[in-house]
């Protein structure tokens, strides 16, 4: 079993509207990842998180974008104004060191209508 | 621009039956290359990280080897639970990378017993 859970496992949302997804860790862990697939497509890499703050992001990481850890514990991912093209498997990933591989969440499939 | 390609796309074997998979990439400063594999409706699933040309990881049926420009996962006398996607991934050292995965586009393993 993933050492993250991500929730909600699937979300259905009109264009337009705002979505949150989130990741909750078991574990304290360093670094933090979101990564998207789009169906038939490759897992992309969207943003790094380490202390607290971004650390990289992709061209697909733009200002509709936003990450952040309130509360010591989960990691959110939220889109603002979504779009259609926004539908897509979201992963959360993991690790502990430089030196360790990630680990991924099972995903939260959006859905935009 | 950092680049990972799989082949085949799509692979059908008899159990038993030994095959490779193939993993060429270009990312510039590869700090590590990473195998997963991934069931449906799941999130990428370590198997292996593979650090310098001539390294070899095992795991029980699979076996992951590194060149300066390709990796191979080798599957011996596979079973029907094999049967999955499996993708590869880089990550490179250059700049500020905290580790971002870039990966292929994956191969879907068929094992029929």
């Known amino acids: 079993e993933p050492e993250v859970t991500q929730t909600p496992s699937h979300q259905v949302t009109q264009m337009g509207q705002e979505v949150i997804l989130r990741c909750v860790p078991i574990?304290?862990?360093?670094?933090f990842y979101w990564y998207r697939q789009i169906l038939g497509q490759k897992v992309e890499f969207l943003v790094s998180f380490y202390n607290n703050e971004i650390s990289e992001k992709s061209e697909i990481f733009d200002d509709q974008f936003s990450v952040e850890r309130p509360d010591g514990s989960n990691f959110t991912l939220k889109i603002r104004s979504t779009k259609l093209e926004d539908s897509a498997m979201y992963f959360c990933?993991?690790?502990?060191?430089?030196?360790?591989?990630?680990?991924f969440g099972d995903g939260t499939r959006l859905s935009i209508l | 621009e950092d680049q990972v390609t799989q082949s085949p796309e799509a692979l059908r074997l008899q159990e038993g039956e030994s095959s490779s998979l193939n993993c060429s990439y270009t990312?510039?400063?590869?700090?590590?290359l990473f195998w997963y594999r991934q069931d449906p409706g799941k999130g990428p699933e370590f198997l292996f990280t593979?650090?310098?040309a001539g390294e070899e990881k095992e795991k029980e049926r699979l076996k992951a080897t590194l060149t300066k420009k390709e990796s191979f996962l080798h599957i011996t006398a596979p079973k029907p639970e094999d049967s999955a996607t499996y993708l590869c991934a880089g990550s490179n050292a250059g700049g500020t990378s905290y580790g971002k995965l870039t990966f292929g586009q994956g191969t879907i393993l068929t094992v029929h017993p």
């Open positions: 990933a993991y690790r502990d060191t430089s030196n360790q591989p990630q680990h």
């Open positions: 990312v510039s400063g590869l700090r590590g």
């Open positions: 593979l650090y310098s």
């Open positions: 574990s304290n862990h360093l670094y």
